[in-house]
């Protein structure tokens, strides 16, 4: 038991293969300051005198000798390697580690033993009292999510606590957590259901003003999930006279009025998930809202805009031959998506995806730092695992050739210079994916966001 309320915490987001500042693919331009750390560290409670150090292990290493009392780790399933490396290490000093995120929250079990606790599910009210807990040698083994949370009256994260020259930018905001939207695939329904969560629109707007920032990132996962909700905040944004990026589904673009206060709103740049140039893939996958035959018209409609898009198509769904990679590649050339994104489905623990594979005995490995969007951990359907690996990369390269590089810009005309540099940065990563495929290179150690809650997404 501790005798005052005095405490070193460090905040670490651990490395993964992809994010690593040293052998990593991304550039640290290519990367925006992460709000987890910032949140946590702004939850910690008054009565608490508290000296906090964050840690994103992709941009700066951890120190030797950290000195701390407690540490908290986010942690995905593609750093769960090395966040267990780290805690083992920690813990053979003697300090006490706490484990949360994403993959602790889908696979409890799996983390347990490599933590002194672990959190499970979002962590707004759970934190704080574990804090109180250790400061009163209660601690138990581990703490979940309050039933009723919610996301009104939390005080803004301490984003002055991370180096805003180690980033793109720091001015990384958050309305809403969750999906209403069931994808076999993604974790967010599974680690924490399909009910929506909301910031009050007037603290968003107070957090923005606080920085005056006239170029924003919103990371929430479907900033439309709720469409009136989405609607009031689109018409705060507007005095702001801001530039805004975001997340949002297809959907979108079906809502013309929607979109068109979306822009207003400043709106200059969408990711959305098109997963799949196939009907079957989609609709096994819980994500048959999206149509195929409409991904170019949901391209021209955010043009028309002046709103950049990077589709995401991902490989090895079960209905996937060896042709849909050049076949998905050519499209996304021919529709003259700015950014278009590669993945190799990935069933990580806990989504009915890997429950199914697990099932069917097609799941390869549990490495999970192989877990990460780029590496093959089960059994294809149609190909072998060489092939996607191998269709996978030709993908990638033949998109940001230079030739198809150039025919989408000039056929996008959408703020020309932001897309050069963004294109040239994903030329840089489709140019050398090959050279991260065998992750020997991090051998015992171990980023979407990446944006993890210690226990949230």
Not at 281 to 289: D, Y
Not at 342 to 357: D, E, H, K, N, Q
Not at 376 to 388: A, Q
Request: charged share 20%; hydrophobic share 40%; net charge neutral.
């Amino acid at each position: 038991m501790l005798v005052k309320n005095d405490i070193k915490i460090a905040l670490i987001s651990p490395k993964g293969p992809l994010y690593h500042h040293r052998g990593g693919i991304f550039k640290k331009s290519l990367r925006y300051a992460p709000l987890t750390l910032t949140t946590l560290a702004s939850l910690i409670p008054e009565s608490i005198n508290a000296e906090v150090s964050l840690y994103d292990e992709g941009i700066e290493d951890i120190p030797n000798n950290l000195d701390a009392d407690l540490v908290g780790m986010t942690v995905i399933t593609g750093s769960a390697k090395r966040a267990y490396t780290l805690a083992k290490q920690f813990r053979q000093k003697g300090i006490t580690v706490v484990l949360g995120g994403p993959h602790i929250t889908l696979a409890p079990e799996d983390a347990a033993s490599n933590a002194d606790t672990i959190v499970i599910g979002y962590s707004e009210d759970t934190w704080p009292k574990l804090l109180n807990d250790f400061i009163n040698g209660s601690l138990k083994r581990r703490y979940i999510q309050e039933p009723n949370i919610s996301l009104a009256n939390r005080p803004f994260p301490k984003r002055e606590l991370l180096n805003s020259k180690h980033y793109l930018t720091t001015h990384v905001f958050e309305a809403t957590r969750g999906c209403v939207h069931t994808c076999d695939f993604c974790v967010v329904p599974s680690a924490w259901g399909t009910k929506p969560y909301q910031k009050p629109i007037h603290e968003i707007i107070g957090d923005i003003k606080q920085h005056w920032a006239k170029r924003i990132i919103f990371i929430d996962l479907n900033i439309i999930a709720d469409k009136d909700y989405a609607a009031k905040l689109f018409e705060s944004l507007i005095p702001l006279k801001l530039k805004w990026y975001g997340l949002s589904t297809t959907l979108l673009v079906k809502d013309n009025s929607l979109l068109e206060l979306a822009a207003r709103s400043g709106c200059s740049g969408l990711l959305m998930g098109f997963e799949s140039i196939t009907p079957e893939n989609l609709k096994m996958s819980r994500k048959g809202f999206n149509a195929p035959e409409k991904y170019g018209d949901i391209v021209m409609a955010l043009h028309k805009y002046n709103i950049t898009l990077q589709a995401c198509f991902t490989f090895g769904m079960d209905s996937d031959s060896p042709e849909v990679f050049m076949k998905t590649a050519r499209q996304a050339v021919e529709m003259n998506i700015d950014l278009p994104r590669f993945a190799i489905v990935t069933p990580f623990p806990g989504t009915p995806l890997y429950s199914r594979l697990d099932s069917e005995g097609r799941i390869t490995t549990k490495n999970w730092e192989l877990y990460d969007g780029q590496h093959v951990v089960f059994k294809p359907v149609n190909m072998t695992p060489d092939d996607l690996l191998a269709g996978h990369e030709k993908a990638w390269k033949y998109t940001y050739s230079f030739s198809s590089i150039w025919k989408r810009i000039i056929g996008s005309s959408v703020q020309i210079p932001i897309s050069v540099m963004a294109n040239l940065g994903y030329r840089f990563y489709a140019n050398h994916l090959h050279d991260y495929y065998n992750c020997d290179w991090i051998t015992g150690f171990t980023s979407l966001e990446n944006k993890t809650i210690l226990g949230s997404t």
